[in-house]
T-cell receptor
Framework: GAGVSQSPSNKVTEKGKDVELRCDPI?????LYWYRQSLGQGLEFLIY????????KSGLPSDRFSAERTGGSVSTLTIQRTQQEDSAVYLC????????????FGAGTRLSVL | QQQVKQSPQSLIVQKGGISIINCAYE??????FPWYQQFPGKGPALLIA?????SEKKEGRFTISFNKSAKQFSLHIMDSQPGDSATYFC??????????FGAGTTVTVRA
């Protein structure tokens, strides 16, 4: 596809359930980021993948959050035992090596924890 | 803590007017300052960006003013149009790495 693709676009879950959010970056982009956007807030950095390097997980808010990137392309963000405060829009972005300062964002996954 | 502080939270401007959004940062290691535009239901999209070696950058109706000594930068939208109605985020990064975002400003342009 032409842009960053995220799925599902909306996810409603019950407190305590696990969820998986998927991100397909732009083909050829080496860097991939996950951010969280809470209502009325800016974007909060969660995790960063760059090529085969170890990911920067410094933004993950708790050990219930994890992410992986398979084959240097698709990434999955997993939230275990979801809590109501996890409700937010989760955004994925990717950037190319030749212009790593430019991040291209997907439309996000809106997660609602009931 | 939030590394980039943005104001105002929202603003309303008449068509043809000027919208001004301000941001301030603390980390002097930041070396890249982009502005992102976000429409409802969409992800943010890069609008314009500046590095600290220049004090101003203009692209069409959008201008960034940068004051390194004050650690402040601002976005000016000239001749605002209804299509500019969106949420604008300032951001900052070091070494073209992860972005620290402001809280966002919702701009409404009245026709």
């Amino acid at each position: 596809g032409a842009g960053v693709s995220q799925s599902p676009s909306n996810k409603v879950t019950e407190k305590g359930k696990d969820v998986e959010l998927r991100c397909d970056p732009i083909s050829g982009h080496t860097a991939l980021y996950w951010y969280r956007q809470s209502l009325g807030q800016g974007l909060e950095f969660l995790i960063y993948f760059q090529g085969n390097s170890a990911p920067d997980k410094s933004g993950l808010p708790s050990d219930r959050f994890s992410a992986e990137r398979t084959g240097g392309s698709v990434s999955t963000l997993t939230i275990q035992r979801t809590q109501q405060e996890d409700s937010a829009v989760y955004l994925c972005a990717s950037s190319p090596m030749r212009a790593k300062n430019i991040q291209y964002f997907g439309a996000g996954t809106r997660l609602s924890v009931l | 803590q939030q590394q980039v502080k943005q104001s105002p939270q929202s603003l309303i401007v008449q068509k043809g007017g000027i919208s001004i959004i301000n941001c301030a940062y603390e980390n002097t290691a930041f070396d890249y300052f982009p502005w992102y535009q976000q429409f409802p239901g969409k992800g943010p999209a890069l609008l314009i960006a500046i590095r600290p070696d220049v004090s101003e950058k203009k692209e069409g109706r959008f201008t960034i003013s940068f004051n390194k000594s004050a650690k402040q930068f601002s976005l000016h939208i000239m001749d605002s149009q209804p299509g500019d109605s969106a949420t604008y985020f300032c951001a900052a990064s070091r070494d073209d790495y992860k972005l620290s975002f402001g809280a966002g400003t919702t701009v409404t342009v009245r026709a």
